[in-house]
């Protein structure tokens, strides 16, 4: 069975830091195919749409984010351990939202977590 499970979201004040983990674990991620999987990171705030927010490709060096966590969110991954990582330094409330993980082993995002609540207060 395939399962990604995020963890590490919480309540912060506005300024403050939070470290999100996704675990990856399943036939699916087995041995070394985790390291093959584009993941990513996707929010969703209370009455708003999933938003992308960063994606790391296979070898680490290349990310993306999006313009609105820019320079404050970092993502990273540890493929011997099946494990991707979002900081998330400089948090504002607007980054109050449920925060998935995602892995892309075709050409889209194909195996989803089930949340962490992230929530910033002013």
């Known amino acids: 069975q395939v399962q990604l499970v995020e963890s590490g979201g919480g309540l912060v004040q506005a300024g403050g830091s939070l470290r999100l983990s996704c675990a990856a674990s399943?036939?699916?991620?087995?041995?070394?195919?985790?390291?093959?999987?584009?993941m990513g990171w996707f929010r969703q705030a209370p009455g708003k749409e999933r938003e992308f927010v960063a994606a790391i490709r296979r070898n680490s060096l290349s990310t993306s984010y999006a313009d609105s966590v820019k320079g404050r969110f970092t993502i990273s991954r540890d493929n011997p351990k099946n494990t991707m990582y979002l900081q998330m330094n400089s948090l504002k409330p607007e980054d109050t939202a449920v925060y998935y993980c995602?892995?892309?082993?075709?050409?889209?995002?194909?195996?989803w977590g089930q949340g962490t609540q992230v929530t910033v207060s002013s």
């Open positions: 399943g036939r699916t991620f087995s041995g070394r195919t985790f390291s093959n999987y584009i």
């Open positions: 995602a892995a892309q082993t075709r050409d889209y995002y194909d195996y």
